[in-house]
């Protein structure tokens, strides 16, 4: 099964081409990692294929389904979460009601507008618990602006794991944490189930290269090499572009 | 909590007591028309306040209620069914400008609905022959609910009073819901909430509608209270003064906009006696609330009463606490 397929993607910005022609395959429980300099397109190629922006050309398949042109919230229900390379959180609310909140989104009762959020003992309980798989909980009750960064991070995690996907999208993860938080992350996403295909964007490659299964490469919003971790990294053009040797 | 709750107790004391403690009928139609313009403001709020969708066109929702109701009275209609026929067909008008206007946020959003307001005006100022035009419709009397009679300021004040407290209530239940969540939400972060799976324009749709029927049912008490209706109440000072009570009061809370309704009300009905130029008077307060409570009367009103309390020794909230988190 192949939980998701590029075929031919092309957008522009104006006069600029951010991706052209991206073709690649990830099969379902894969880790796949992107990689390439600033401006290779590799968020652009994540907000197409959560449909944040609209394609030009080409298509795109979540597990064999064409959704090249749906909405992104319906992406969303049909298994597919992503986290943010800028955090894109709710600061005024709690942490417990940020979970809460990507809990909802795929709940029914998103459109009750009689009973009160704060009587759902159910999705308060999963909230709890995502925040727990992230060594949050204790920090529930605290308004996300008082958080630290690192926290903020596990947060979009714990977020888009409390939605049980099925593809998986993180926009570096890893950026701005210290040592510890980066083994803690790693951690995490070691600990998730190969029923969840996940594909990365990172540039610390010490700790990408030790998630990845494969690895494909993006320069100027094109696909350049694509493999395996070794293939990838032996590659000359990878040197040439992004390795910077 | 506790607290907030005796509040609440002891301003419904204050409310269903007013014909008794103000034995002038003047004043109790001032207070009946500080309430029809708070369900006004209310409704609005859920846009501006909730939805962070400003909107200068909702006169003309209060106005195709009123003119509705109005006008089918006018040709010998039955109270009830005219009252049902203006709120259908306000939410039919708010279901139009929801779909054009939700094209947009911020500035455009703005101006559609401005845009929209004044065709309504346009329409009710050129149409003579079914508005009847400037000259307006007259309503020949007020409807008689259980057989009650709401011909006295006193009876039609609690009438009002009865169906703000619907209001009020209806919007506590919708702001603390999934939904009224959901559009908390839509108005922070649209991007984040479409990618966690909410479907941000049917929230702000029906949110619309919400907003479009109390503004209706503001129509429809503006019309029994006036018993008169003409373009003036829909055109754009209208829609912007609704606008000034929410962002004067406080957006985003449940209070803020009534106390900007008392407000603007009171300084047109009563300030206007005796200040010549009352409007350089309320221009001069909206400035000044700008300036020391930027978050509007009630929630800066709040901050001003910590700060106090915090300067005779007892320390300030934290601000986890000043504002309530969610869950």
Not at chain 1, 191 to 210: G, K, Y
Not at chain 1, 239 to 245: A, F, H, K, T
Not at chain 2, 266 to 294: C, D, H, Q, T
Request: glycine share 10%.
């Amino acid at each position: 099964m192949i939980a998701l397929e590029l075929k031919a993607l092309d957008k522009s910005f104006g006069g600029l081409r951010v991706t052209r022609g991206i073709n690649f395959e990830v099969p379902a429980g894969e880790r796949r990692l992107i990689i390439g300099p600033n401006g290779a397109g590799k968020t652009t190629l994540f907000n197409l294929i959560t449909g944040e922006i609209r394609a030009d050309a080409g298509a795109i398949r979540l597990f064999e389904r064409e959704i090249t042109g749906m909405a992104a919230w319906r992406r969303t229900h049909l298994g597919l979460a992503r986290t943010y390379q800028i955090i894109t959180l709710f600061p005024r609310d709690t942490l417990l009601h940020n979970v809460t909140l990507a809990l909802l989104g795929l709940s029914p009762l998103r459109w009750n507008p009689l009973l009160p959020l704060r009587s759902q003992a159910a999705l308060r309980e999963s909230a709890e618990r995502a925040l727990a798989r992230v060594g949050l909980d204790h920090l529930g009750n605290r308004p996300l602006a008082e958080t630290s960064y690192g926290e903020r991070r596990r947060v979009e995690i714990a977020m888009a794991l409390a939605q049980s996907p099925k593809l998986l999208l993180l926009d570096e993860p890893f950026a701005g944490l210290s040592l510890e938080e980066r083994r803690e992350v790693q951690k995490l996403l070691a600990s998730i189930p190969r029923d969840v295909t996940i594909v990365m964007i990172e540039h610390d490659m010490d700790v990408a290269l030790d998630f990845a299964e494969r690895i494909t490469l993006l320069h100027f919003g094109e696909v350049i090499v694509e493999g395996t971790r070794s293939e990838v990294v032996n590659d000359k053009r990878t040197r040439e572009v992004y390795l910077g040797e | 909590m506790i607290a907030r709750g005796a509040a609440a107790l002891a301003a419904l004391l204050l409310l269903a007591t007013v014909p008794l403690w103000v034995a002038n009928g003047f004043y109790v139609n001032i207070v009946s028309q500080i309430l029809i313009y708070a369900i006004l403001a209310l409704s609005l709020n859920v846009l501006v306040g909730y939805g962070g969708l400003v909107s200068l066109g909702h006169a003309g929702l209060l106005g195709v209620a009123a003119y509705a109701v109005a006008w089918l009275l006018s040709r010998g209609a039955g109270q009830l069914e005219s009252a049902a026929v203006a709120l259908v067909l306000t939410l039919a008008v708010s279901a139009i400008y929801a779909v054009l206007s939700l094209r947009a946020t911020g500035i455009g959003f703005l101006m559609i609905t401005l845009s929209l307001g004044q065709i309504l005006w346009g329409t009710a100022y050129r149409w003579i022959s079914l508005t009847n035009g400037d000259n307006g419709i007259s309503v020949p009397a007020r409807p008689m609910p259980f057989g009650l009679s709401l011909a006295s300021a006193t009876g039609f004040y609690y009438f009002t009073l009865i169906v703000f407290l619907m209001a009020i209530a209806s919007m506590t239940l919708f702001v603390r819901s999934p939904l009224g969540t959901s559009l908390r939400g839509a108005r922070d972060q649209a991007r984040r909430m479409a990618a966690l799976g909410f479907n941000v324009w049917l929230i702000r749709f029906l949110a619309f509608l919400f907003s479009g029927f109390w503004s209706g049912v503001s129509g429809l008490l503006y019309c029994y209270y006036q018993q008169f209706v003409s373009p003036q109440m829909m055109a754009l000072p209208a829609s912007a003064e609704a606008l000034l009570m929410v962002i004067s009061g406080g957006t985003g809370t449940l209070l803020g906009p009534v106390a900007g309704a008392a407000l603007v009300v009171v300084m047109k009905n009563v300030a206007s006696a005796y200040i010549e130029r009352w409007n350089l008077v309320l221009g001069a307060i909206f400035v000044a609330i700008i300036i020391f409570m930027p978050e509007g009367l009630v929630p800066g009103s709040t901050r001003l009463w910590r700060w106090a309390f915090g300067q005779i020794g007892r320390p300030p909230p934290a601000p986890a606490a000043a504002k309530e988190p969610a869950p």
